[in-house]
C-alpha cells in the first residue's frame, strides 16, 4: 500500500463487500494480516466491520486494545515487530514490502512505518503514529507520506477518538491540507454501545461545505449470549429527506454458539429487499471453521456456490494450511493455498502462498510472509504504587463476585483478556457486585481497580 486510503475510500470498500464478493483473479484475494489472512469473502458482523474498517483506514495496525492494568494482569504477550512481504520472481524470493511495528510497554502499537523494496535498499513509504489514555484507549492515529524528493514525513491524515463513558465514541477523521497547513474535516462516525459494551450501531457522516451530513447508518441486534444475530445498513436518500433501507443480515448459530450461517438482503433499484449472498459454515475439533461455502442469489429460487475457503490447523490449534476454491457450475476448482510455519510459542513466522494454473495442474509461488517478534512482559515493574491496594477481596458466592476492602477505589472496570470491555462497577460503602454473562469464551475476566492514589488489576476466573 502506497497511500493512506481516505476514510471515505475504505467507506467504498468495506460497504461493497455487503453487496458482491470479490472475484478471484490470478492474484492472492486474501489480504496479507498476520498471523492469519481473513477472507475478504466474509460477510462481518457490526463489530467486526468495525474492526476491520478501523484497520483499513490506519494502514493495516491493529492496536492490541487491552489496557495497561488489564495487561499487567495478563501473561506475556508476543507482539508482531516487522512483517515481510516477498515475491516469486521465478527462480527465487525477492524482497517486496514490509512493515515495522513499534510497541511501548504495554505491547501496544504506537508507531507503524511501510517500505518497499527499490532493488538495492528499503525506502519509506507511509507511517502511522498513535496514542492512547492512561488505561490503554486509543485516542488518536496520525498518518504520514513520506516525499522522497524533499526527504521529508508530510502529514496525510489524522484520525481523533472522543468518547461520552463508554456508551459513544466519536471518531473524526481529517485530511492534510498542504496549501493552508491545517487539517480539514472529512468523516466522523459515532458508536454506540449498549450496557455489554457492544457496539449497536453507527452514524457515518460527511464533511460538506462547512456541516456534517449524514451518509450511512448501520444498527446491529443481539442474542442473550452476545451474539450478533441481525444487521440492518441504512442509505440517506438527501432528496427525499429519510433513511433508506440497503440492506438486512442475518446470523445463525448452533448449540455451541458457533456462527453457521450468514445470509443478506440486498435493495434492487426499486427499494426492494432482495436476496444476495449466503455463507456456510463448518466446523472442527477446535471450534474453527473447517470450510465456508460463499453462495450467491441466482434471482431464480435457488442458491449458487461461488467460492470456498478450507482450513486445516496444528496440533495445537494454530492455522496451518488453507485452500482457496472457485465453483466451476459443476465442480470445486483450486485457486490459491497456503501454508505456515509456526515457531515453539505457537507464533506464525512464515507463510507461503501459491496460486494454482488450471491449465498445467501445478501450484506455483506467489508471495511470502515472513513475520518476527518480540516477547513483552507488558508494564513489567513499572506499575504505581497499590495504597492501601493490598486489602482489596474478591469472593465468588455462586455466580456473583462480590469485592470488598474497596477503600479509595472509585471505579473498577471488567474487560476480558482481549481487551473487550464487559461492566463498570458502581462502588457503594467500600463494595461491589457483578453478575457476569453465562458464557466466556475468553476463559476468565480482569478486574481493573482505579481511585486517586490505586491502580491494580486482578484475573478473575470462573
Not at 488505561?135 to 513520506?146: A, S, V
Not at 435493495?267 to 449472498?277: E, F, K, R, T, V
Request: glycine share 8%; charged share 20%; hydrophobic share 40%.
Amino acid at each position: 500500500m502506497k497511500n493512506l486510503v481516505p476514510f471515505s475510500a475504505v467507506f467504498f470498500l468495506i460497504g461493497a463487500a455487503f453487496v458482491a464478493r470479490p472475484v478471484p483473479v490470478s492474484g492472492w484475494t486474501k489480504t496479507p494480516v498476520v498471523p492469519k489472512p481473513f477472507a475478504l469473502h466474509a460477510r462481518p458482523a457490526l463489530g467486526e466491520w468495525l474492526n476491520l474498517r478501523h484497520d483499513l483506514q490506519s494502514v493495516r495496525v491493529s492496536a492490541p486494545g487491552l489496557s495497561p492494568l488489564a495487561k499487567a494482569a495478563a501473561p506475556d504477550t508476543f507482539v508482531v515487530i516487522q512483517l515481510n512481504v516477498d515475491t516469486w520472481n521465478n527462480s527465487q524470493w525477492t524482497n517486496s514490502m514490509q512493515t515495522l511495528f513499534s510497541p511501548d510497554i504495554w505491547a501496544r502499537i504506537i508507531g507503524v512505518k511501510d517500505q518497499a523494496w527499490s532493488g538495492s535498499a528499503w525506502g519509506n513509504l507511509d507511517s502511522v503514529a498513535i496514542t492512547y489514555d492512561s488505561l490503554g484507549t486509543e485516542l488518536t492515529r496520525i498518518g504520514k507520506l513520506w516525499d522522497s524528493t524533499a526527504r521529508m514525513w508530510e502529514n496525510s491524515l489524522q484520525i481523533t477518538h472522543s468518547y461520552q463513558g463508554d456508551s459513544l465514541d466519536v471518531t473524526v477523521q481529517q485530511g492534510w491540507n498542504t496549501g493552508t497547513g491545517a487539517w480539514e474535516n472529512q468523516e466522523r462516525d459515532s458508536v454506540r454501545f449498549d450496557s455489554w459494551k457492544d457496539p449497536v450501531s453507527i452514524l457515518v457522516q460527511t464533511w460538506t461545505s462547512g456541516t456534517w451530513l449524514d451518509t450511512l447508518r448501520i444498527s446491529t441486534e443481539y442474542s442473550a449470549s452476545r451474539k450478533p444475530v441481525r444487521n440492518q445498513r441504512e442509505l440517506w436518500s438527501p432528496l427525499f429527506r429519510q433513511w433508506a433501507i440497503a440492506g438486512k443480515d442475518t446470523l445463525m448459530y448452533d448449540a455451541s454458539d458457533l456462527l453457521i450461517r450468514q445470509s443478506g438482503l440486498e435493495s434492487n433499484p426499486l427499494g426492494i429487499l432482495d436476496s444476495s449472498w449466503n455463507d456456510l459454515y463448518s466446523y472442527g475439533t477446535f471450534q474453527k471453521p473447517d470450510s465456508i461455502v460463499y453462495q450467491l442469489w441466482d434471482g431464480s429460487g435457488s442458491w449458487v456456490n461461488d467460492w470456498k475457503d478450507i482450513y486445516a490447523y496444528a496440533s495445537t490449534g494454530k492455522d496451518s494450511a488453507y485452500y482457496g476454491q472457485v465453483w466451476t457450475g459443476a465442480q470445486w476448482l483450486f485457486v490459491q493455498r497456503s501454508f505456515s510455519t509456526l515457531d515453539s510459542n505457537g507464533n506464525v513466522i512464515e507463510e507461503r502462498r501459491h496460486i494454482f494454473n488450471s491449465s498445467t495442474g501445478n501450484w506455483y509461488n506467489y508471495q511470502r510472509l515472513r513475520s518476527a517478534y518480540v516477547r513483552i512482559t507488558p508494564g513489567a515493574a513499572i506499575l504505581p504504587p497499590l495504597t492501601r491496594a493490598g486489602r482489596i477481596r474478591v469472593q465468588r458466592l455462586g455466580t456473583l463476585f462480590l469485592f470488598t476492602g474497596l477503600e479509595g477505589v472509585d471505579r473498577i472496570q471488567v474487560c476480558g483478556f482481549s481487551g473487550r470491555k464487559i461492566a463498570a462497577l458502581t462502588v457503594r460503602d467500600r463494595v461491589a457486585r457483578w453478575n457476569p454473562p453465562q458464557r466466556n469464551p475468553e476463559g476468565g475476566w480482569v478486574a481493573l481497580f482505579t481511585g486517586p492514589r490505586i491502580r491494580r488489576a486482578m484475573r478473575l476466573g470462573y
